[in-house]
């Protein structure tokens, strides 16, 4: 089994993190390796990972020239991990390691992903608002039924990990692509604790990052083997409102007000070239789509231990 931890600015917990994760999975008599991802950490949260490496060979640690992201940095994560299960988890310590044991229980049932549900989160009100907004808009839209995709600690079999690809802020999407693919999917409700050191990465900007990202989850899990059935249907629709738009153009100038049939025909034609081109744009991503080849990782790798 493997930890996958992103760290940003976290030097004061790394420690005190480790050692509940191993108190917890020694209990249990799991074997492990904890990963730490420095994403450009500025405050010497990598001195500690070393410190960790020297003092334990369970822990590794992936230092990113500068900051990513937490997608590119559970990414890089998740393709040095060497256990058959991943387990993530937030390195400030607000998610709680004793949890683990509970996920891989429910893991045991047969599910290919446990997400966390932190049922009773101790954050600030606007925090909390947003993320019940942002939640129940997902759920809704993407038919899985869990009611937190933002929750950092979930269980992963490696199976669900070879078939999804993160980039821009896709690591809280990870349980609507899994259901894409078909792998069953399960949720746990986890304690959740206050903030105690360090600040939170939190803030507005990611709240517009997420549901724009969402749009391209969207788009991917629905119509990325067949985007000509998204723009098809978006240009059938344009073109109906031009042919609607050409008939009162007619009745126009039928009843000889040829200045309103004039702006109604100018009108249908314009519609006419939009239904046109967001046809032929959604040909050009089939052929895209045919000719697609997997880019180069999202990151820079600048320093591993272990």
Known sequence: MTIVIPVKDERDTLHALYEQICATLDRTGDHFEIIFIDDG?????????????????????????????KSPALAAGFAAAQGNIVVTIDADLQDDPTEIPHLLEKLGEGYDLVSGWKKNRRDSFSKRLFSKVFNFVVSRASGIPLHDFN????????????????????????????????????EVTVTHHPRRKGRSKYGSERVIRG????????????????????????????????????????????????????????????????????????????????????????????????
């Open 211 to 306: 549901f724009l990202d969402f749009g391209t989850v969207m788009f991917f899990t629905r119509y990325v083997q067949r985007p000509s059935h998204l723009f098809g249907r978006i240009g059938i629709s344009i073109g109906l409102f031009g042919f609607v738009a050409f008939v009162i153009s007619l009745v126009f100038i039928w009843m000889g007000k040829m200045e309103a049939g004039g702006i109604a025909l100018a009108s249908s034609i314009i519609l006419a070239m939009m239904s046109f081109q967001s046809v032929f744009l959604g040909l050009v991503a089939e052929m895209l789509t045919f000719l697609h080849r997997r880019e180069e990782p999202p990151y820079f790798v600048n320093e591993r231990l272990g």
């Open 151 to 186: 929750c950092g600690l979930k269980c992963y079999r490696r199976e669900v990990l070879d078939q999804v690809r993160l980039y821009g802020e896709m690591h809280r999407f990870v349980p609507v692509m899994a259901g894409w693919y078909g792998f069953k999917i399960a």
């Open 41 to 69: 950490s500025t405050d010497g949260s990598f001195d500690i990972m070393r410190e960790l490496h020297e003092k334990d060979a369970r822990v590794r640690a992936l230092r990113f020239r500068c900051n990513y992201g």
